[in-house]
């Protein structure tokens, strides 16, 4: 991490504080300094008022003082004699608000308003629900640091919004916007294609990648009856075969997410060996099998939708979890209410995966409703675990940290607004989780992070969807581009506007 508005930082050996000295050309869009006051402002505001994962992460803040002229010091708590290792880094990362302008206003108040910030871009219009657009900030303080060379080349950005991806697409085509990432393979191999395409107006790239990609599944929520028993959990995660809509849906072009740190060093593999197994070892409550089996995969099947022989182990589950075929529909045994629940959604390109996942359901008797909600609606329901079912993307970096007490932990699954969406309450996860925090090096963070995977895993928390280690997307023919892209994928803040006639980036033309 490189400071922007911090020209030098300073971290004691044990981490207990860090002070940022604020750079002197360091300015919010109005043209007023940035100061100590503002730091301090924005750290008690996030704290006191923010969403409960920033209220979190600021909350292990002991306290913070302005330190001569320009100088804020953090010193952080020591909680059961430790210090999270990464804090500087997480206090490095906080959004910096002007205490003037925040002056007689709400700070946890719902508003559209743009507030002050300090970046290169300003707020210049929106309209809810249709787009946002940013403009330039002429004589940006920072446009000289090495850090942004390059970058932010554009005067105007707008994101436009839409409900429909198809038509999403058309107004693409059609110009209406630039730039647009595919995530449909089979729309981009049937509908990316047009006269603009094939005068070369409109240009299609395939950009390999090696980002960490976390883990994106339907989330069960534990806190529904239905879900709580291990046993139907697995049923249903037989019941989802990826591989015929791999084959159906989406022409071959996804791979079967089998990890929480998918594409990265952190996933489990095999057996547990080594201080993977001796860290396990020390944890209270783990299922022996762990150290027995190979970290759990998702089903193969063969793609052919003929699968039998896995819908009778599937009905052997359930009855062992209390569940019977009566008449065609899956029935509780005790309680006679039918296996009925619904599958929660703000995407519709998700559907076809999810109406695939219910027609096969449909076979041993269970229920299934689809129901997609505009985005404001999905969030307030996924905040308040008001569902059954849900997709979810749990995002990884190569530096998985604190971050991860508010996906797995017993308090995030207390806590309204975090993210412990299946409501896992595992006390060997909230161990791991704080070997997380605290890891001093590589070694460690791969070691406890691997075990992690393998427990969580092993829980069947949620079915594991598909990725692709491929970034798709098109632009129309205006843009240059570096010659050299990141591993982590397209970076379209680097590119740059075409001039009649010139190829030069903007930096070699200065």
Known sequence: MYGLVAET??????????????????QFQDGSPITPED???SWESQRTKGIPAARTHYSKVKSAEKIGKRGVKFTFKNEEGQID?????????????????????????????????????????????????????????ARNLPVQKGLKNFDRIRYDYYRNANVALEAFKSGHY????????????????????????????????????????????????????RRVREALTLMFDFEWMNKNLFEGGFKRTQ???????????????????????????IDPKIFEEEAVLPPRFDGTGHNRAVHTKALSLLKD???????????????????????????????????????????????????????AQYEKRRMEWDFDMIHNWWASSLSPGVEQRVYWTQKAADTPGMRNYSNIREESVDLLVEKIAQSHCEEDLTVAARALDRILRR??????????????????????RPPLHPEIGPLVMGWWIKEEGRRKPPEKEK
């Not at 045994?333 to 009925?340: A, E, T």
């Open 9 to 26: 930082i300073d971290v004691s050996p044990d981490r207990s504080w860090v002070i940022f000295q604020i750079r002197p050309e360091a």
């Open 39 to 41: 730091i301090i402002f």
């Open 85 to 141: 290792f990464q804090h500087p880094l997480i206090m490095g990362m906080m959004p910096i608000y002007s205490k003037k302008d925040w002056e007689g206003k709400i700070f946890d108040a719902v508003t559209i308003k743009p507030f002050l910030g300090s970046g290169p871009y300003a707020i210049s219009k929106v309209e809810p629900g249709r787009f946002i657009e940013y403009t330039r900030v002429k004589d940006y303080w």
């Open 178 to 229: 630039d730039f647009i990432q595919a995530r449909d393979l089979s729309q981009w191999k049937s509908s990316y294609q047009g006269p603009a395409f094939t005068k070369g107006r409109i240009k299609k790239a395939e950009m390999p990648h090696k980002r960490p990609l976390g883990i994106k599944g339907f989330v069960f929520n534990m806190r529904r009856e239905i879900f709580k028993d």
């Open 259 to 285: 990890s929480y740190y998918e594409n990265s060093p952190f996933k489990a593999h095999g057996k547990p060996q080594g201080k993977e197994k001796e860290l396990l070892l020390s944890l209270p409550k």
């Open 321 to 375: 979890a209390g569940w019977s075929l009566r008449r065609g529909i899956l029935t509780h045994l005790k309680s006679g209410h039918p296996f009925v629940f619904e599958i929660l959604l703000t995407d519709p390109t998700l559907e076809k995966t999810a109406l695939a996942f219910t027609r096969s359901l449909k076979k041993i008797g269970i229920t299934a409703k689809i129901r997609t909600v505009d985005a």
């Open 459 to 480: 829980g069947l928390y949620l079915i594991p969807l598909y990725y692709s280690d491929v970034d798709r997307f098109a632009y129309w023919d205006k843009f240059e």
